[in-house]
């Protein structure tokens, strides 16, 4: 399985962006780059998914590097609701499209 | 529009119990069924994932099944349960066999063996 490296925990202002980081140097030119987040005690949550452009949508954007080895995710205004885990994941043709969850960021918002 | 239920919510168990936690997904048609295992403060775990009725894959050996039984229904069974057995499932659905849908996901059975 292609494998994604994200930093373990960040933390952030309410009300300011937040640049989350994943770094996936071994995807293929067919992986998508898929974030999904996952509140305590719910089950995660879809965000954003893209593969070659940057994509933006209601919740967050999606920054991809020209050589896709790394990619961001960002939320222009965090706020308290955006604390939670956030999952960097590739799914990609080689394991069957599934979805195979790291250990993700946990973000954490302060008021 | 689609949506997935999941139920029950929350289940207590005694060790040596049999388990049958049920999944059904509306609004779609031939969805990829997944379930997976989250144990406390650990990460998700992928169980089972399902491309039609009666195609089950396993992803790690374990006291648990899946079954298939309509196109979108999706059963996480075990016949005795161990107390490594609890934790939180979840299920979840994606369209089609690619990487350019997403993933969405029940809210979970928090399941206690005891």
């Known amino acids: 399985d292609a494998k994604t490296t994200q930093p373990n925990s960040m933390e952030s202002n309410e009300e300011e962006p937040v640049h989350l980081p994943c770094n996936h140097s071994?995807?293929?030119?067919?992986?998508?780059i898929h974030w999904y987040r996952q509140l305590p005690s719910q089950g995660p949550e879809y965000v954003i998914h893209?593969?070659?452009s940057n994509v933006n949508n209601r919740m967050a954007s999606l920054a991809i590097a020209e050589d896709r080895k790394s990619s961001t995710l960002i939320l222009h205004r965090a706020t308290l609701r955006d604390a939670a885990v956030y999952y960097c994941?590739?799914?990609?043709?080689?394991?069957?499209?599934?979805?195979?969850f790291g250990k993700g960021t946990l973000l954490t918002v302060n008021p | 529009s689609q949506t997935i239920h999941q139920w029950p919510a929350t289940l207590v168990q005694p060790v040596g119990s049999p388990l049958s936690l049920e999944c059904t997904v509306e609004?779609?048609?031939?969805?990829?069924l997944y379930w997976y295992r989250q144990a406390a403060g650990r990460g998700l775990q992928l169980l089972f994932y399902?491309?039609?009725?009666?195609?089950i894959s396993s992803e790690v050996p374990q006291n648990l099944s899946a079954s298939r039984p309509q196109d979108r229904q999706f059963i996480l069974s075990s016949k005795k349960l161990l107390l490594s057995d609890s934790g939180f499932y979840l299920c979840?659905?994606?369209?089609?066999?690619?990487?350019?849908?997403?993933?969405?996901f029940g809210q979970g059975t928090r399941l206690t063996v005891v």
């Open positions: 979840a659905w994606s369209l089609v066999w690619t990487g350019n849908t997403e993933a969405f």
């Open positions: 893209g593969l070659t």
């Open positions: 609004g779609t048609s031939n969805p990829n």
């Open positions: 994941i590739l799914r990609d043709e080689g394991s069957n499209y599934k979805l195979t």
């Open positions: 071994t995807i293929s030119g067919t992986d998508y």
């Open positions: 399902s491309v039609g009725i009666g195609q």
